[in-house]
């Protein structure tokens, strides 16, 4: 039944017999340098750029039941499952630019153990705050030299920007847990007040859509330890951005590259959020190399939306991942606590910049904190500080926020980087 309303569909848009094409579209196999599973008869199908929606419009409409997703702004296309039938009518289709399988997605995270440390309050003037006992890759990236255990900002924080993680979701109410409210139980307006005063994102998180049936927000933890280094108000390199949730991962840590795309084609097409500084957007995931997934993450940054993405923990070439092997995106490396390059960072000359990936500590979905390591803990303070120097600098563009953050990166602070791979450490400028 579907093949002949597809095949029905099919001649739409075809100006003439010439049209025809003269051999099948590519059908794009993933290659496994990452272990990634290929999902048995689920495709990515991508139509030609410049293709009417009308074909895509006409081609679901009749097809709604094998259609999981459907893409109309970081490409024309959809994703589905197709049968032999199917697939070899869509190849011929002269609109049709390539098919590809689809396959599982990784998150570039190491949960650890939980971390109770108390971090105090912010201090200082009113143009650069000092946080004190803060995270050390907060330290890190606000000194020229290592061992800081005080983060310097500016005081605009990266106000009015936004930044979408997508990832498992976030959980948008975290609270700080200060373990004051068994002595204030004499007053439940205090203990209100408290609650209130110590939600660790004040207000400014949303878990905006969720993409898998039955989940609406972060029972993994990932999306939220990465959403509180981008901006927390303990945490966080921009403590004044909207943060918002995208999540594409189950709680049970899988996805794949069709519902990653969905993600990225709901952020192309958000207009919902008032983001006058940019808008921002942070994956700490990969896949082996992808046509289809890079595509999407170049076709964000010709729309102007910042892409920052973790390299990878595979200590691989980051020319065998996707988005990571897309040359627009800005690939972010790893680094550990002594300023020695993090052992299992994935490498190579798309790498823009490098921040700490070891030990990080930030929020912890339901509340508190923990340690995380990888990649996934490095693009997030690369991304948050893109969003702050977008509102301090007024910097527009994501090739030139990128550029600006390699020009002022400290140049040489990793000890043992590898020769393949920039050697720079991000910094904020915020101190001399």
Not at 14 to 35: F, N, Q, Y
Not at 56 to 71: E, F
Not at 194 to 216: H, M, N, W, Y
Not at 284 to 302: F, P, W
Request: aromatic share 6%.
């Amino acid at each position: 039944m579907y093949l002949s309303l597809l095949l029905a569909v099919l001649p739409m848009g075809m100006a003439s017999a010439s049209d025809k094409r003269s051999e099948p579209a590519p059908l794009i196999t993933p290659v496994a340098t990452d272990g990634s599973k290929i999902i048995p008869d689920k495709y990515i199908v991508k139509f030609k750029t410049g293709s009417p929606l009308s074909i895509l419009d006409a081609a679901v409409a009749k097809l709604t039941a094998k259609a999981d997703h459907v893409y109309s702004e970081v490409f024309t296309g959809f994703a589905g499952t197709l049968d032999a039938a199917m697939l070899e009518a869509l190849r011929d289709h002269p609109k049709v630019d390539y098919i590809e399988k689809d396959a599982a997605v990784y998150q570039f995270g190491n949960e650890q153990r939980s971390d109770e440390q108390q971090v105090d309050e912010q201090i200082g003037g009113t143009k650069i705050r000092l946080q004190k006992d803060a995270p050390w890759g907060l330290g890190r990236i606000s000194h020229r030299k290592k061992g800081s255990n005080i983060y310097a900002y500016h005081e605009s924080a990266g106000r009015g920007t936004c930044v979408y993680v997508i990832d498992g979701g976030i959980d948008d109410k975290h609270t700080v847990s200060l373990h004051l409210s068994s002595y204030l139980s004499w007053h439940e307006a205090l203990k209100t007040w408290l609650t209130l005063c110590t939600k660790d994102f004040g207000g400014r998180a949303k878990q905006l859509v969720s993409f898998i049936p039955g989940e609406k927000t972060d029972g993994q933890g990932h999306g939220t330890h990465v959403a509180g280094t981008i901006g927390s108000r303990t945490y966080g390199v921009a403590k004044k951005a909207t943060i918002l949730g995208v999540k594409v991962f189950a709680d049970s840590g899988l996805s794949s590259r069709a519902l990653w795309i969905k993600g990225m084609d709901f952020v192309a097409k958000d207009k919902t959020q008032r983001c006058p500084k940019g808008k921002f957007v942070n994956m700490s995931l990969g896949t082996g190399t992808s046509a289809a997934v890079n595509s999407a993450a170049a076709a964000l940054v010709k729309k102007g939306i910042f892409v920052g993405v973790a390299a990878g923990n595979t200590n691989q070439d980051v020319a065998l991942w996707s988005p990571q092997s897309e040359p627009s995106v800005c690939v972010v490396g790893g680094t550990a606590m002594n300023d020695t390059r993090y052992e299992q960072s994935n490498w190579g000359k798309n790498v823009k910049i490098n921040a700490p990936a070891v030990d990080v500590l930030s929020t912890k979905a339901g509340g508190g904190r923990k340690l995380m390591s990888g990649t996934s803990t490095a693009a997030p303070h690369v991304v948050g500080l893109a969003a702050y120097l977008a509102s301090l600098e007024g910097l527009h563009g994501p090739a030139a926020l990128c550029e600006r953050i390699q020009k002022l990166a400290i140049n040489g602070a990793i000890t043992n980087q590898r020769n393949d791979t920039v050697n720079l450490l991000a910094f904020n400028g915020a101190t001399k």
